[in-house]
């Protein structure tokens, strides 16, 4: 069983820059497609992005709204995965949550499993 934490969220203007962090207690992160989703208050928990495992390549993919903003990265030796999130705006305000995913691409939460418990993300504009 997979334990993820998420931690590094914060209060930041728009325009600024924050790195989550979603660490594994238990569990080696590289073996799986590892997601990020963030949920709105009063939104349904939406896609951000996804590292495919690292034995299938370890490709990325990402929502249209944050392409070219947010990066998904991931420390092996640290058994972390990151979020960087650079000229962030006050619509991706949202509690952030990652998680791990199945063998093959995927965008939808369903799919999704060993959900951490978050850490909340607010943009001031």
């Known amino acids: 069983q997979v334990q993820l934490v998420e931690s590094g969220g914060g209060l930041v203007q728009a325009g600024g820059s924050l790195r989550l962090s979603c660490a594994a207690s238990?569990?080696?992160?590289?073996?799986?497609?590892m997601g990020w989703f963030r949920q709105a208050p009063g939104k349904e928990r939406e896609f951000v992005a996804a590292?495919?495992?690292?034995?299938?390549?370890?490709?990325?993919d990402y929502a249209d709204s944050v392409k070219g903003r947010f990066t998904i990265s991931r420390d092996n030796a640290k058994n972390t995965v990151y979020l960087q999130m650079n000229s962030l705006k006050s619509e991706d305000t949202a509690v952030y949550y990652c998680a791990t995913g199945p063998p093959y691409s995927s965008k939808r939460s369903p799919d999704y499993s060993n959900w951490g418990q978050g850490t909340q993300v607010t943009v001031s504009s």
């Open positions: 590292l495919a495992a690292r034995w299938s390549g370890g490709s990325t």
């Open positions: 238990e569990g080696t992160l590289s073996r799986y497609r």
